[in-house]
């Protein structure tokens, strides 16, 4: 393959142009397409399928990547995507990273509507409200995957969930559960009550402890946290739709954690109470 031409030359070509738009939020929501960089998210998108659809319909790679993850090639010739060799100046034009990894793949939308999420009755979901750094939403996002959540919502007021930064913390875990976009926190919060979940916000200034709710075994059923702005917290209107508001405890000296950190030991929380015996996540034990 090292003796092959590029199959893109020009930076000016239409094929580029058109992946080169997609790192604008107003391109993607008219296309309904994003951008998937690098080996790990690529190959997620290859073998993904969302309504039938395969995910990944285009990728471009160096002849070096093409050579170096010849698998990855493989799985999205096999998917049904386009497949293009281009030039190292023409990924650099693509990607938005200052590093490329030689692959860029372009990808279908693959939101899930928030009712299918509601119906398929979960006891686990992440809801960012108010979460406007893309690099926090995505590795909120992975974090909740890491911790076998069964949805995360992105409010209205949240960045999008297809901004290449939010793409990229993801680590490909955007790709591994269903992901809900747009909705008024208001509607997210009485959906999923009616729908017999909990709803805790995650607040410093929070009036429940974590450790108390877990040492008081109020954390073992249906589940959803609410998280807020990397800045300014919760609103209190927003607060106030909660049933209770948690502090994740500090027993050192740090004045705060981030808000992955702090989803981070929240989502765990409730995960390990969930498997708990008489928590929704029941395991039998040897």
Request: one cysteine or more; proline letters at 5%; glycine letters at 8%.
């Amino acid at each position: 393959m090292s003796s092959a031409s590029p199959e893109l030359i020009s930076p000016r070509s239409s094929r580029v142009s058109a992946a080169r738009r997609l790192a604008r939020r107003n391109f993607r929501g008219k296309d309904r397409l994003f951008l998937a960089e690098g080996p790990q998210a690529v190959r997620e998108a290859a073998g993904h399928r969302h309504g039938g659809q395969a995910t990944l319909v285009e990728l471009f790679a160096t002849l070096d990547a093409a050579e170096r993850y010849a698998d990855i090639i493989g799985e999205a010739r096999t998917a049904g995507a386009r497949v293009h060799l281009a030039a190292d100046e023409v990924i650099a034009d693509i990607s938005t990273t200052v590093t490329p990894q030689g692959l860029v793949g372009v990808c279908r939308f693959l939101d899930t509507p928030f009712a299918d999420i509601l119906a398929a009755r979960p006891r686990l979901v992440a809801v960012l409200a108010h979460v406007r750094d893309p690099g926090n939403a995505g590795t909120v996002l992975r974090c909740a995957d890491a911790a076998g959540a069964d949805a995360v919502v992105l409010t209205d007021a949240s960045v999008d969930l297809y901004n290449p930064k939010a793409v990229r913390a993801s680590v490909g875990s955007l790709f591994h559960l269903p992901v809900a976009v747009g909705v008024p926190v208001e509607q997210a919060v009485a959906g999923l009550k009616d729908a017999g979940v909990r709803i805790l916000a995650a607040d410093g200034a929070g009036e429940h402890d974590l450790d108390d709710e877990l040492d008081d075994n109020t954390m073992g059923g249906p589940t959803a946290w609410v998280f807020g702005n990397e800045a300014w917290g919760l609103p209190q209107d927003t607060r106030a739709l909660a049933d209770a508001v948690v502090r994740v405890p500090i027993h050192g000296m740090a004045e705060s954690l981030n808000l992955a950190t702090a989803a981070a030991v929240c989502l765990y929380a409730s995960a390990r109470a969930q498997r708990a015996f008489g928590g929704c996540r029941s395991v039998a034990r040897s």
